[in-house]
């Protein structure tokens, strides 16, 4: 089967507004969500982060969810982008009980456990929350609103995990197992995480500014993405309309570093590669790319040889959203596919906000505005520690007709 | 497609001798509610350069990996696909701990880089020098039938040749009082035990196994075992099989290997024993059938 499998539907939430619609207006507008943190306890209060401006009352309250109820943050942020993406599907429950559902998580419910972990050592506390420590306890309460999914998994690729959901998911469909499947991920902040990056001498006290001169870490942000995956075949059957199409993707391993990319960017070159062969399209065929962009010093100027290496001096415009919402680490990969195919939908290149001067190698962003595009075929990035290097191509429903 | 698919080699560290067949002639009796793993003598196979920042699921995960692979004959696999439920516990415990009781402060970041779950298989890779596909499955007990349907799925699909496929996971002294206390583990069932579990697919029949006939991992509960069973066969061609069937379920394994969140690797990994040497044409792995969701495979000898 050739690919091009139909996106039937798409759900987001991040620190730029829940849902489609809200983030697309901070797109346009040019709106960061990124500033300090209002509702994760921590003693680092003063890194910026890009915070999902609900509460977990307001959350459980959006989601119907008793407020007595503990439920993992990430679970309730995918909560929002799942029935996003399952309401713009038009799916049912019928259609769930036959459908698999891919979610890509780190954090997991880490949030619930690091307020418990003490009492849990000496056997206090209520023991029926550690269920919820794991990624599957997140995934599971994840989906667990919208009814039973006849097969669920969690992939865990650190930052590239969502976008490695909707890699296999689209693979199970190729391979004929499923029809549906529903893939993409969710990450929460925690304290846990943040102090890991901050251990490691990556974050940002700044606002990020992803491929300047200046850039001196990231940000960290969270929230979650779903898109709707589906035969082409059921999807007319279905009478769906499809939003874009997923016609590539690749996954290589950087093989390099626990935690740092290669300085030519080999895992990246690799992904991009077989993004491109997959789809059976040229470099030259590619319009824009969402590049994985974190605004550390070696993430940008590995991602700027990939690109080099595939683009030579035909670089498409290429922009970095991370100084929207901020690294939303696991679930990056499927927030910014759904940013990519607003971006076709609308036709317009999203700024690479905070980005003034060129680095030498470095690419040079999206920095003006631009609307009426036309945007046919887009590469979107998501890089994850250990090397785990994935990349979607994405493609406008004009480009299939 | 759909390309048959085999098991060239598999091997394990667990409760009973490592990286040998041993338990299935003379398993070791197990007692007590808790059994850390056999461990091999590490130096033997990792240069203590190389496993002295290595955590022990690291250590036992590299073991079992680069053994798999140099009995099937490979150096460097296409893919790379790893299930772990917790990942290495005993960094995430360090981590968390320190964050707990001594606050935001002067930690250390080696504990947190070790304690992603695709730490497994992005270290493997690292030593390997192997650029192809990997990816982490974290799902309970079906995080190893999550791995070995992603492998089945992408030879079937021509991506990849072969694959290691592996599923570790380890019960550090804080995990058992702690998943004791949540009831997963409890006197009187299995010992808590720890796995780690590696094997090479691949669509060369040379020297294997056995065969791997099908492969799925389900959500649903609401059909019999006997169903299951029956599905599982005719799905894998041999549903008017009528020679020598093993059925290998939770409730046969635990007294061998322990509970355990990797116990259905543990399962494929002595169907693929069994079968290999003869003691079984095929073999039936219902895994994870305690759980939310089983994972059901069929090996049957190469024909």
Redesign the interface.
């Known amino acids: 089967m050739p690919l091009g499998i139909p996106i039937v539907g798409a759900g987001v939430i991040s620190a730029i507004g829940n849902g489609m619609h809200r983030t697309l207006e901070s797109l346009l507008e040019k709106r960061s969500g990124i500033g300090p943190v209002r509702y994760l306890t921590t003693e680092h209060g003063d890194l910026p982060c890009g915070e999902v401006p609900l509460s977990n009352a307001e959350l459980k309250e959006l989601a119907g969810i008793p407020q007595d109820r503990i439920v993992p943050r990430t679970a309730l942020l995918g909560i929002q982008a799942l029935h996003e993406a399952l309401g713009t599907a038009g799916l049912s429950r019928e259609d769930i009980s036959k459908a698999a559902f891919i979610s890509g998580t780190t954090v997991g419910g880490i949030d619930i456990t690091e307020d418990r972990f003490l009492d849990y050592l000496s056997g206090k506390g209520d023991p029926s929350l550690i269920l919820l420590h794991d990624c599957r306890g997140t995934t599971d309460a994840t989906s667990a609103p919208f009814g039973d999914f006849a097969f669920s998994t969690t992939i865990s690729t650190a930052c590239s995990s969502a976008a490695n959901a909707i890699i296999y998911g689209a693979d199970l469909i190729r391979a004929g197992l499923f029809d549906i499947v529903v893939a993409g991920g969710a990450e929460s902040l925690s304290r846990y995480h943040l102090n890991g990056f901050n251990s490691l001498m990556i974050l940002d006290r700044e606002k990020c500014r992803p491929f300047d001169e200046t850039r001196n870490g990231l940000n960290l942000g969270e929230g979650a993405g779903y898109v709707v995956l589906e035969s082409p075949s059921h999807a007319e059957k279905r009478g769906a309309k499809p939003l874009a199409f997923l016609s590539g993707y690749g996954n290589a391993c950087d093989a390099f570093h626990q935690t740092a990319s290669s300085p030519e960017g080999d895992g990246a070159f690799l992904a991009m590669k077989e993004a491109l062969q997959t789809a059976g399209l040229t470099p030259s065929d590619i319009d824009y790319v969402n590049a994985h962009g974190t605004s550390t010093p070696n993430n940008d100027a590995s991602e700027s040889a990939a690109l080099r290496r595939i683009f030579g001096d035909n670089m498409p415009p290429v922009s970095s959203t991370k100084g929207y919402t901020g690294h939303t680490t696991s679930a990056s990969g499927s927030i910014e596919a759904v940013f990519c195919i607003l971006a076709m939908r609308e036709g317009f290149l999203p700024v690479n906000i905070g980005w003034k001067t060129p680095f030498e190698g470095g690419i040079v962003p999206v920095h003006e505005d631009s609307r009426g595009v036309r945007i046919g075929h887009v590469l979107c990035n998501a890089f994850g520690f250990g090397g785990n290097d994935s990349s979607l191509l994405l493609s406008s429903v004009n480009t299939m007709k | ?1 759909p390309e048959r698919i085999f098991i060239k080699s598999a091997c394990q560290i667990s409760c009973q001798s490592p990286l040998a067949e041993e338990w299935i002639d003379s398993p070791v009796a197990l007692s007590g509610n808790y059994l850390r793993s056999q461990d091999p003598k590490f130096s033997d196979f990792i240069p203590p350069m190389h496993s002295r920042r290595m955590g022990l699921l690291l250590k036992r995960a590299v073991v079992t990996s680069e053994v798999a692979l140099r009995k099937a004959g490979i150096t460097v696999p296409d893919a ?1 696909i790893t299930g772990t ?3 290495c516990m005993e960094n995430t415990e360090k ?3 320190k ?3 001594e ?3 002067m ?3 080696t504990d ?8 497994i ?3 493997i ?2 030593r ?13 007990e ?1 995080s190893f039938g ?1 791995a070995l349907l ?1 492998a089945a ?2 030879m ?2 021509g ?1 990849i040749r072969n694959a290691l496929v592996g599923c570790h996971d380890e019960t550090t002294e ?1 995990t058992f ?3 004791t ?4 583990f409890s006197e009187g069932e299995a010992p808590a035990t720890e796995l780690s579990v590696s094997m090479v697919l691949s669509t060369d029949p040379d020297g294997a196994l056995c065969e791997l006939r099908s492969v799925s ?4 509960h609401s059909r019999t075992a006997d169903d299951v069973y029956r599905e599982a066969l005719a799905k894998a061609g041999l549903a008017d099989f009528r020679g020598d069937v093993k059925i290998l379920s939770d409730e046969g394994f635990s007294p061998i290997f322990g509970k355990n969140l990797s116990l259905p690797a543990a399962e494929v990994y002595a169907g693929a024993q069994m079968v290999g040497n003869g003691r079984c044409s095929v073999a039936v792995i219902v895994g994870g059938s305690c759980g ?2 089983r994972t059901v495979v069929v090996l049957s000898e190469k024909c």
């Open positions: 497609m790379i439920a917790l990942g981590f968390l701990g964050i707990c009781r606050g935001e402060n930690l250390s970041p947190f880089m070790q304690s992603t779950h695709n730490t298989s992005s270290l890779a690292i390997l020098h192997a650029n192809g596909y990997n990816c982490t499955y974290s799902h309970g079906s999550s992603d799925v992408q079937r699909l991506k804080e009082r702690i998943l206390h949540a009831g997963y991992v389900e959500n649903s939310r969701s």
